[in-house]
């Protein structure tokens, strides 16, 4: 198939690409041309800025469009609308911080986050999901009928530019006291990049229309045997001292302390069903691959230790130590 991507060189899209390309489509690359643009000497490159600069794109047709950059309604819908004549299907990797209070096992069909109270376009924590949520509205507006809306969870693996989840990786690679969020029963939903991938070119290969929750593992995974899991992979043992909720706030823990880790998560977007991706051809790679090439990528190309120094997690530790024996 003739391929159009809408970003395509950053982690995510640069994995959808990679596995396009390993499947022998024909892909097309539109984007500003600043984060590696020889990544895909294969690929036609077109350099451009979706914001004002759709008219850069060629006149021709492509049988399917997947939009990795949409973030800002106006852009996504200036986007599907420049599209809707050059292109067969539109695929949007969107997130499942679009649900307006999800609960365990929400599905793809549940309510969604209003953004009438967005103003400007400034994209925060409080702004991510509203804004995605009216991109997907404008996506069904312009391709009613054959539209692909992809809903990953915490998306994890090589190439991960956040850092969120290698900074977990780093810090059991210390070893020592380990102070960590929550309880060792909180919830945790990741999918790895390549699964992510190879799931949004299987739908796409066979005219899978609709949306999907992109959330692994296939059996509820907790926080405790996430770290179990890394300080296996590594061969390394650490003191997890779990720090509660109560704990973080008689502590003042900042609220960034913790990589992928935040309360209104727990009992929700850490909890959402992927029965439907599942019964769609979603293939989820185990724990302890994704942990194992993660860190391989760390060790070659990741970032130095800066979030949450050792000695001030012991120091945490040793405060919430006291704190919990009164």
């Known amino acids: 198939m003739n391929i ?64 990795v950059s949409a973030y800002i309604p106006r852009l996504c819908q200036d986007s599907t609308a420049f599209l ?6 539109y695929c949007l990797i969107s997130t499942i911080s679009v649900y307006d209070s999800p ?25 991510y999901g509203p804004m995605k949520a009216r991109c997907e509205q404008y996506v069904q507006q312009c391709f009613p ?31 020592g006291v380990l102070l960590a969020p929550g309880t060792a029963e909180d919830a ?24 999907f929750n992109a959330a692994g593992p296939n059996n509820q995974t907790t926080w405790g045997e996430l770290l179990t899991e890394m300080q296996s992979a590594m061969g390394i043992s650490c003191d997890v001292q ?33 029965s439907h991706a599942l019964a769609n051809g979603l293939e989820l790679r185990s724990l302890s691959d994704t942990v194992a090439d993660a860190w391989q990528w760390e060790m070659a190309f990741g970032q130095p230790v800066n979030i949450l120094a050792k000695e001030l997690e012991v120091q945490l530790s040793s405060r919430a130590s006291a704190y919990a024996q009164g």
């Open 4 to 67: 159009l991507v809408l970003g395509g060189s950053q982690f995510v899209g640069k994995h959808i690409v990679i596995r396009l390309l390993a499947e022998g489509h024909s892909v097309t690359l539109f984007n500003r041309g600043k984060t590696a643009p020889f990544l895909f000497p294969e690929a036609e490159q077109i350099v451009g800025n979706r914001d004002g600069g759709l008219d850069s794109l060629p006149d021709k047709h492509w049988d399917v469009a997947i939009d």
């Open 84 to 89: 809707l004549d050059k292109v067969d299907r």
């Open 103 to 127: 609960f365990p096992n929400t599905i793809e069909s549940h309510k969604l986050l209003d953004s009438a109270h967005i103003r400007g376009e400034e994209i925060n924590s409080d702004t």
């Open 145 to 175: 009928m054959n539209h692909l809306i992809i809903r990953p969870s915490y998306v994890i693996g090589p190439d991960d530019p956040t850092d969120r989840f290698n900074a977990w990786l780093r810090r059991v690679n210390q070893g």
């Open 188 to 211: 945790i939903q990741y999918i790895d990049v390549r699964d992510l991938a190879r799931f949004v070119c299987h739908l796409i290969s066979t005219d899978t229309m609709g949306t």
């Open 242 to 274: 779990w720090c509660s909720e109560v704990d973080m706030a008689r502590l003042n823990v900042p609220d960034n302390t913790f990589p992928l880790w935040a309360k209104q998560y727990l009992q929700s977007y850490f909890q959402v069903s992927n």
